[in-house]
């Protein structure tokens, strides 16, 4: 199956607003696993890190839950880039 990246990069748009939530909150990366463990999806240490590096695709599923545990509403974590600055002129 091939994966369709509009960057050619990512695989998620919600990866570095995850990375963003994590590290403000002072959580390693397999303490969020944990969480999301105790919540009923088992994602271990370098699956965190492969979303959070855009490597790995989320499933509707797995963001809905993501929104519940880091109390983000899923448009908070598809919001797009989450920095500040954008290489891109503004359209007219």
């Known amino acids: 199956m091939r994966l369709y990246t509009p960057d050619g990069k990512k695989c998620n748009i919600c990866g570095e607003r995850i990375r963003q939530w994590r590290t403000s909150h002072g959580l390693t990366q397999e303490e969020l696993a944990i969480k999301m463990q105790l ?9 965190i890190s492969r979303i959070e590096t855009g490597k790995r695709v989320v499933t509707d599923f797995e963001l809905k ?3 519940s545990v880091l109390g983000l509403s899923m448009d908070d974590l598809t919001a797009g880039d989450p920095s500040p600055a954008s290489s891109d002129p503004p359209r007219r």
Do not use: D, K
């Open 39 to 47: 919540h009923g999806l088992h994602l271990g240490q370098m699956a």
């Open 65 to 67: 839950l993501f929104s």
